[in-house]
């Protein structure tokens, strides 16, 4: 059975309730005639027992609000009990007292009751000795062992178990924090790899469709052959476009969700955002050449194998310095692809458009293209140099060591 909300575990109703059982056992205690404990003035009324006991019931209400106000009225009342001669019930509350004193008062507080509870048992025991001249008078100092000093052990005790309680909640929270931290990171840093390949997958066919759309508006009397050769274009790079935007959804999807197949579950080609690599860079220089844009291509070095990332990586640099040389060039640009023995370095120089600004862009681009670098731990310049534009990037191929 579960206890009423008012006597939950530190509540106000629970002190409040203990402290009316001690004074209820007192009482019982005390009808009983179990005081005093010891004779000093046999004369005295028993009533003169009932304010200590009193006082000492309302220390035990002030145990958690007041633990050194609590401690400093029981011992108050139990000084004036053994002057009376002592009664049991008093001193039983009373290491209810020193117990509360230990588990809620400040630690100054319980290290100060452990050894004045130690001294007056040591006190005790060597004064038993030396009134009645032989070993057994150390039990004088029982009494103060097992009403003072064991209430201050035990509530030693519970305190550090609750005090570790506390500290590994605070630890169990600290890493629940951190996790949500790791996790929130992760998602970021997913949402920015999605959104850098996203806009690496259609920009130069949308860049190609929107330079040729604003050539037949703008340019008039253009020939039906014009015309065409422009809407080709167009087709072809919003098909290829769409395309690469369905394998990139399809890539991004669950299995078995919404009726798509796992990429290359039957031994068929992935996608290109998998398998787009820097040896088909070729193909990629045609599809700009068809968009309007000469390109002169140079390699150096003997093409080799490279890691999945840098391939990858290599590749959409070299797609995304294209097509902004289409957008923001003068129609010409050159690649450099040199195969070096530790990395391999991707260069692409156009002049710059003179009198007239290209397509807009919200410079994504660039971002992109420094950060597929950083994340490869390669190096990424990319500014004017000898009145053209240069982009370089420099991607390791090998792990040093």
Same mark, same amino acid.
């Given at each position: ?9 530190g509540t106000r109703g629970r002190d409040l309730t203990l402290a009316g059982a001690s004074l209820a056992g007192g009482l019982v205690?005390? %009808?009983?005639? &179990? ?22 019931? #309302? ?5 958690? #609000? =007041? ?42 507080? &319980?290290?100060?009751?452990?050894? @004045? ?11 038993? @000795?030396?009134?009645?001249?032989? &070993? ?8 103060? #062992? ?19 309680? *506390?500290?590994?909640?605070?630890? +169990?929270?600290?890493? =629940? ?11 970021? *840093? ?18 190609? #469709? ?19 050769? =422009?809407?080709?274009?167009?087709r072809e790079s919003s098909v290829q476009g769409l395309a690469e935007m369905r394998q990139m959804i399809e890539l991004l999807r ?30 990629? @220089? ?7 844009? %000469? ?29 902004? +040389? ?11 692809? %040199?195969?070096r023995p530790a990395e391999v370095v991707l260069t692409v120089e156009n002049p710059v458009r003179r009198g007239g600004a290209g397509?807009?862009? *919200?410079? +994504? ?23 053209? &534009? ?12």
């Amino acid at each position: 059975m579960r206890p009423p909300p008012w006597l939950g575990s530190g509540t106000r109703g629970r002190d409040l309730t203990l402290a009316g059982a001690s004074l209820a056992g007192g009482l019982v205690l005390w %009808a009983l005639g &179990w005081q005093p404990q010891i004779r000093p003035h046999p004369e005295v009324p028993p009533a003169l027992y009932l304010p200590p006991l009193l006082a000492m019931c #309302v220390a035990v209400g002030l145990r958690r #609000v =007041a633990p050194r106000t609590s401690l400093a009225v029981g011992t108050g009342a139990l000084v004036a009990d053994t002057a009376l001669g002592g009664s049991l019930g008093t001193i039983l509350i009373y290491t209810q007292v020193l117990y509360d004193a230990c588990v809620y008062g400040p630690p100054r507080l &319980w290290r100060w009751l452990l050894r @004045v509870t130690i001294g007056l048992s040591l006190v005790g025991a060597v004064v038993g @000795v030396l009134i009645f001249d032989q &070993w057994r008078g150390v039990a004088v100092g029982v009494p103060v #062992v097992l009403a003072g000093l064991l209430p201050v052990l035990t509530g030693i005790s519970v305190r550090q178990y609750r005090d570790q309680a *506390a500290a590994e909640r605070a630890r +169990a929270e600290q890493t =629940a924090r951190l996790v949500e931290l790791d996790r929130w990171q992760a998602v970021s *840093a997913e949402r920015a790899r999605m959104a850098r390949e996203l806009h690496d997958l259609v920009a130069n066919h949308l860049s190609a #469709v929107a330079i040729h759309a604003t050539a037949v508006l703008s340019v008039k009397g253009l020939d039906r052959g014009q015309v065409e050769s =422009a809407l080709r274009v167009i087709r072809e790079s919003s098909v290829q476009g769409l395309a690469e935007m369905r394998q990139m959804i399809e890539l991004l999807r669950e299995p078995g969700s919404g009726g798509g197949r796992a990429p290359g579950a039957d031994g068929g080609a992935l996608p290109e955002a998998v398998t787009a690599r820097l040896a088909e860079a070729d193909r990629l @220089v045609e599809r700009i050449r068809a968009a309007g844009l %000469a390109v002169r291509v140079r390699t150096d070095g003997t093409p080799g194998p490279l890691p999945v990332g840098v391939d990858l990586a290599a590749y959409r640099i070299v797609q995304e310095s294209l097509t902004n +040389a289409l957008k923001h060039g003068a129609g010409e640009a050159e690649l450099t692809i %040199a195969y070096r023995p530790a990395e391999v370095v991707l260069t692409v120089e156009n002049p710059v458009r003179r009198g007239g600004a290209g397509l807009p862009g *919200a410079g +994504a681009g660039l971002i992109g293209m420094r950060e597929r670098a950083t994340l490869l731990a390669g190096r990424f310049s990319a500014g004017p140099h000898d009145g053209r &534009w240069q982009v370089r990037a420099a991607l390791p191929t090998r792990e040093d060591g």
